[in-house]
């Protein structure tokens, strides 16, 4: 009898979690390296949000919340869903989790049942199938490749819905590409969905203020319809440098919010009663510092594109959302590295990068699509055009 449950064989750990502790590894040994594997912004939290939990801190609010969440903070979360997206929530229809990530496992879990199929277009966070696999769903993996700007088109959406289907999971701007959807194409997605009034649809919004050039939406502001059985999920790590803090929020239907705290209520509890007033603060506080950040993202996402753009085999797409670009590599496969590594996947490619060169990244594999890997623009200028140049020399090696 294994002592380790049967279902931990089902998912695989973070791999973007893995590129980072093996670059953290190799610096430890005295390796140059420079990690771009992290999806964490390089910026302080902003004064005004520390200030708010040092003062949470002296007035003594250092004890258990609800499991929700403070009744300030869902008050806080209604009120930027109502500015910033004009969707209506009451505080008994917000949770506050752990950071996103809590969030999204608390919607599957409370929700799926074995066989139950989960629509998730690629590429995608890494998490997504584990989560619904731990929860012993299908993940239905649809390919959304460059020709199609890394978007699902409301055909495929069409083509992946079964009797099976329970939730459809859309990440907008998307890790790992920074690909954005237009309010008219959420309305076709939207037009599919009505027409199935079965599948759930969770949002995933959390680099929704990480935007260039585009005008964010979300599903339910576009198509008002779907709230009934749509998880519009938010955060603070990414807008407002705060990953450390772990807040992530949601607004959902009273009877999904409740079986969310439910599973809550006997993993984790509430998150930190001090993160819960730095998150207040930032939501309902100044929000010049998210624009100042945004600014200094997008000069690096052009600079990053230019330079990936002149290494020999990469073609890089320039994104319209979040810290990340997304190369493609075919042009790279079936070489020889200069250390004489055979570069036959996008995965012998970024080991030998970092082998080679000293620079840290993540496989498109690990995002459910090949021939691709992910860097995170999510750093200092110096060390993106120094990562930047080794990635050139490092093409420009292979033979």
């Known amino acids: 009898m294994s002592f380790i449950a049967d279902r931990l064989d089902r998912i695989s750990p973070s791999l973007t979690i893995a590129m980072t ?3 953290r590894a190799l610096k ?3 390796r140059d390296v420079i990690s771009l594997a992290a999806g964490e912004p390089d910026f302080d939290t902003p004064r005004n949000v520390k200030d708010a939990a040092i003062a949470a801190i002296e007035r003594g609010e250092t004890k258990y919340t609800d499991v929700a969440g403070t009744l300030a903070l869902r008050k806080a979360v209604c009120e930027k869903f109502r500015r910033d997206n004009h969707i209506e929530y009451k505080p008994e229809e917000i949770l506050v989790a752990t950071g996103g990530k809590q969030v999204i496992f608390d ?3 409370a929700t799926i049942n074995a066989g139950d199929e989960a629509i998730i277009p690629a590429p995608c966070w890494v998490s997504y199938p584990d989560i619904v696999a731990l929860a012993e769903g299908t993940p239905v993996i649809v390919p959304c490749g460059p020709n199609q700007g890394f978007r699902m088109t ?7 819905i079964t009797p099976k289907t329970k939730w459809l999971i859309l990440n907008n701007p998307s890790n790992p590409t920074g690909a954005g959807y237009s309010a008219a194409e959420l309305k076709g997605l939207a037009e599919v969905l009505l027409r199935h009034p079965e599948v759930w649809i969770f949002s995933d919004d959390i680099y929704e203020k990480l935007t260039y050039g585009m005008k964010f939406a979300t599903l339910v502001e576009v198509e008002p319809r779907l709230k ?6 938010n955060g603070v790590s990414k807008a407002y440098a705060m990953t450390g803090w772990r807040i992530g929020f949601a607004g959902a239907p009273v009877k999904l919010i409740k079986a969310m705290d439910k599973l809550q209520s006997q993993s984790t509890s509430n998150t930190s009663s001090i993160s819960q007033a730095a998150a207040v603060e930032a939501l309902t506080g100044q929000q010049d510092s998210v624009e100042e ?3 200094v993202y997008q000069r690096r996402r052009d600079m990053v594109v230019a330079l990936l753009n002149k290494a020999e085999g990469l073609r890089c797409p320039t994104p319209e959302g979040a810290f990340y670009v997304f190369p493609d590599i075919r042009g790279c496969l079936g070489k020889v590295s200069a250390s004489g590594r055979k570069i036959e996947t996008d995965e012998d490619f970024c080991l ?3 082998e080679e060169q000293g620079v840290a990244t993540v496989h498109g594999a690990a995002f459910m699509f090949p021939g691709h890997f992910r860097i995170s623009y999510a750093t200092d200028d110096e060390s993106l055009k120094d990562a930047c140049t080794r990635i050139q020399k490092f093409c420009a090696g292979l033979k």
């Open 21 to 23: 502790s093996k670059a």
């Open 28 to 30: 430890a040994e005295g």
């Open 107 to 109: 919607a599957l879990v």
């Open 154 to 160: 409301p055909e495929q959406l069409e083509s992946a």
């Open 228 to 233: 009934d059985r749509t998880v519009t999920m």
């Open 293 to 295: 950040m945004r600014k």
């Open 352 to 354: 030998a990068l970092l």
